[in-house]
């Protein structure tokens, strides 16, 4: 039976972006307690960021899974089910189940869509026959068997002409993959390829220019605007689109990483709040939306030009709070977000360059020190710090 409920926010999405802000929204008002809704069907959370290190053995997939009730804030109300159509003009949202919510203001935090089925024979093939990919807990250990059992031959190491959520983790893996290569001694009769639908291996010149060096030290072949469309495992072949000639390109493999295509959610897709390209359409300083002024996007949904990362939420969610406690207020909105976004860039076990930059592809480095080159320490910083400030920081809305 559909029920109608009415919440003064509801937050759409339990991911990274929308768990921080409801928490960050409770600290900063304590008669929004009991008032926010946080819609999501997920009985589980990842710390998708170490899946990288997984997919290298490094640590244990385990580690990065929480029970999704353990991370809703205090004060909020979870609402286990999934949002299927937004009707902004009634201040309402759809579920699953049939059921009705009611809004003063909305906040979307749906995050991005994995589209695995656009790639032909991928989905049939995943965790099998040499294939692999790190964008799935359930698949993320067939990363790790590939590459310590691999015998030497051609690796492929894939990035699709689309968006993806961090936009480094394609190639952090190749990294990985070849300095595990040289320790089991396979290296010397493997090649390595990175096979990119992208037109170059990074967006801010500094840090192309160290991730170049490191492509030419470790004598990996790349090969840029080649889309991956077809997956032919009973073969052993990989199928490129070339995008400047809509040629196909057929390559063998021993084993291939994929990273698949990603967009937009479906039912953002088809709503009115999406943008031309499909992704919520939002003014990317105020992350309010461009059509309905009590609505805000936060996090991978959005059509912000900018790289999808967790240190890009952790930027926006303070933005999206400020401005809608102000909104409700009655003050108004000033809070601005620069596009800040930061990748840590894994070369090797032990090795990481931290690019960190803006809506201008400037770098905007944290530390006193040229973080295009790799460090140790900022290898540490993501595999024991973040972790710990994003579960015990960012998703209790203290950072």
Excluded at 69 to 86: C, H, L, N, R
Excluded at 90 to 105: I, R
Excluded at 240 to 247: C, G, I, S
Excluded at 300 to 315: M, V, Y
Aim: glycine share 8%; charged share 20%.
């Amino acid at each position: 039976m559909s029920q109608k409920a009415h919440y003064k926010i509801v937050i759409v999405g339990g991911g990274s972006a929308g768990i921080s802000v409801a928490a960050r929204l409770l600290r900063n008002s304590r008669d929004l307690i009991g008032k926010v809704a946080i819609v999501d069907f997920a009985t589980k959370h990842y710390y998708q960021p170490l899946w990288t290190l997984v997919g290298a053995g490094v640590v244990s997939k385990e580690v990065t899974e929480r029970q999704e009730a353990s991370v809703i804030p205090k004060g909020a109300i979870w609402v286990q089910d999934a949002v299927t159509e937004f009707q902004p003009v009634e201040n309402a949202v759809m579920t699953a189940s049939g059921d009705k919510l009611y809004y003063d203001y909305l906040v979307i935090a749906a995050g991005i869509q994995i589209d695995w089925n656009k790639v032909k024979g991928l989905k049939e093939s995943i965790g099998k026959h040499g294939v692999c990919s790190n964008y799935s807990y359930d698949y993320v250990e067939s990363t790790w068997d590939n590459i310590r059992n691999f015998k030497g031959g051609t690796a492929i190491f894939t990035n699709p002409n689309t968006p993806v959520k961090c936009g480094g983790a394609p190639q952090k893996i190749m990294y990985l993959a070849d300095d595990y290569f040289c320790k089991l001694g396979v290296r010397s009769r493997s090649s390595i390829r990175f096979i990119s639908g992208g037109a170059t291996i990074f967006g801010v010149k500094k840090y192309a220019d160290a991730l170049q060096r490191v492509v030419e030290r470790k004598q990996i072949e790349t090969r840029f605007k080649h889309n991956l469309i077809e997956i032919i495992s009973e073969k052993k072949q990989a199928v490129f689109e070339n995008l400047d000639t809509n040629e196909r390109v057929v390559m063998p493999y021993d084993m291939i990483h994929v990273v698949p295509p990603m967009s937009a959610p479906d039912f953002i897709k088809q709503s009115p709040l999406a943008s031309g390209d499909g992704w919520l359409d939002v003014d990317k300083y105020t992350l309010q939306h461009k059509h309905f002024s009590n609505i805000f996007g936060v996090g991978d949904c959005t059509n912000l030009p900018t790289s999808k990362t967790g240190a890009a939420i952790r930027k926006q969610g303070p933005v999206v709070v400020q401005n809608l406690l102000s909104m409700i207020s009655g003050k108004p909105i000033c809070n601005k977000y620069d596009g800040y976004t930061s990748c840590p860039l894994v070369t090797g076990y032990g090795k990481l360059i931290l690019a960190e930059f803006d809506y201008e592809l400037n770098p905007q480095e944290t530390f006193p020190f040229d973080q295009s080159r790799e460090r140790l320490s900022m290898y540490w910083l993501k595999k024991e710090m973040l972790p710990l400030l994003y579960w015990k920081g960012m998703l209790k809305g203290t950072m």
